[in-house]
């Protein structure tokens, strides 16, 4: 098939000051192309993730979207639902009903709209409830901390296999320098209280963040690091508020030790959703040839 110019932008996410956050690349018109032609394109941006809009095929999605990062589609993922959607309104996309419905392998997403922040409900996770012992020791040997410093721990899976283990500070997250050896095939969310800790969960600290948060996953270069994650915020939140290590309400910083300021705001509703909110700001608005 010939190449043909299509509309695309690369946003970054969870962010308002452009490149300090998670970048993404959208293909707005993703029709005609193949499964294969998406994936070349995606490994060749060099990016963690693509997305590619379509028409939508189930009954009240506004969009579908098929999400890819280096080596294979996924379901779903939480910084390309936002930047997706920033990018199909920038664009002239209307919604149905009160909130976007986007379409993608997981099913149908609700993404609300609050002022210049967009926000998705969290997916449901499939499996929750504390790690095997053998696994939080693996994980503290591969993060180089004492096992006793791993202070809570659980199975954060909605999609990506997220392991999760909360730490005594942000500062231990921060200073983490994990090994890819040791951690080799493990999909590991790390969390830490930027304030001190009070009767339900941590206090504020003076940045208005009540945690910091790292995302490490297997790379081609061993293990890999996230900038900013959405579905392991969604899992992360839906953890520490269940059990009461949170408030009902937060803001979580990560992607400081890549120098970036990405900035996850977290509510649960009074009907019990979770929504993983962020701000978006378009870096690169033009057409790619695909």
Same mark, same amino acid.
């Given at each position: 098939?010939?190449?043909?110019?299509?509309?695309?932008?690369?946003?970054?996410?969870?962010?308002?000051?452009?490149?300090?956050?998670?970048?993404?690349?959208?293909?707005?018109?993703?029709?005609?192309?193949?499964?294969?032609?998406?994936?070349?394109?995606?490994?060749?941006?060099?990016?963690?993730?693509?997305?590619?809009?379509?028409?939508?095929?189930?009954?009240?999605?506004?969009?579908?979207?098929?999400?890819?990062?280096?080596?294979?589609?996924?379901?779903? $993922?939480?910084?390309?639902?936002? *930047?997706?959607?920033?990018?199909?309104?920038?664009?002239?996309?209307?919604?149905?009903?009160?909130?976007?419905?986007?379409?993608?392998?997981?099913?149908?997403?609700?993404?609300?709209?609050?002022?210049?922040?967009?926000?998705?409900?969290?997916?449901?996770?499939?499996?929750? *409830?504390?790690?095997? @012992?053998?696994?939080?020791?693996?994980?503290?040997?591969?993060?180089?901390?004492?096992?006793?410093?791993?202070?809570?721990?659980?199975?954060?899976?909605?999609?990506?296999?997220?392991?999760?283990?909360?730490?005594?500070?942000?500062?231990?997250?921060?200073?983490?320098?994990?090994?890819?050896?040791?951690?080799?095939?493990? &999909?590991?969310?790390?969390?830490?209280?930027?304030?001190?800790?009070?009767?339900?969960?941590?206090?504020? $600290?003076?940045?208005?963040?009540?945690?910091?948060?790292?995302?490490?996953?297997?790379?081609?270069?061993?293990? $890999?690091?996230?900038?900013?994650?959405?579905?392991?915020?969604?899992?992360?939140?839906?953890?520490?508020?269940?059990?009461?290590?949170?408030? @009902?309400?937060?803001?979580?910083?990560?992607?400081?030790?890549?120098?970036?300021?990405?900035?996850?705001?977290?509510?649960?509703?009074?009907?019990?959703?979770?929504?993983?909110?962020?701000?978006?700001?378009?870096?690169? &608005?033009?057409?790619?040839?695909?």
């Amino acid at each position: 098939m010939p190449l043909k110019q299509r509309p695309f932008k690369q946003v970054d996410v969870f962010t308002s000051v452009p490149y300090r956050g998670n970048p993404l690349a959208v293909v707005l018109d993703g029709s005609g192309l193949s499964t294969e032609e998406m994936q070349h394109f995606t490994n060749w941006t060099n990016l963690s993730e693509a997305t590619f809009l379509l028409p939508p095929t189930q009954p009240g999605a506004d969009y579908r979207v098929r999400i890819f990062c280096p080596g294979r589609e996924l379901p779903f $993922a939480g910084h390309p639902t936002l *930047g997706s959607c920033h990018a199909w309104l920038e664009a002239g996309g209307r919604p149905q009903g009160e909130h976007v419905v986007q379409e993608c392998g997981a099913g149908l997403v609700r993404i609300r709209r609050d002022g210049e922040r967009l926000a998705f409900a969290a997916p449901p996770l499939r499996r929750s *409830g504390p790690l095997p @012992e053998e696994d939080v020791a693996l994980i503290a040997r591969g993060l180089g901390v004492p096992r006793e410093d791993i202070v809570r721990h659980a199975w954060c899976d909605n999609g990506p296999g997220w392991r999760g283990v909360m730490l005594k500070s942000a500062a231990q997250v921060l200073s983490l320098r994990p090994d890819a050896a040791v951690l080799a095939g493990l &999909d590991i969310g790390v969390v830490g209280p930027r304030g001190k800790i009070g009767a339900i969960g941590p206090r504020e $600290a003076d940045d208005g963040c009540a945690f910091e948060v790292r995302a490490f996953f297997p790379g081609n270069n061993g293990m $890999a690091e996230d900038p900013v994650t959405g579905s392991l915020n969604a899992a992360l939140a839906q953890w520490l508020i269940g059990e009461g290590l949170a408030p @009902e309400r937060y803001v979580a910083s990560q992607g400081t030790a890549l120098g970036r300021a990405g900035r996850v705001n977290v509510e649960r509703d009074a009907h019990g959703n979770v929504w993983i909110g962020g701000e978006s700001v378009t870096c690169v &608005d033009g057409t790619v040839r695909l």
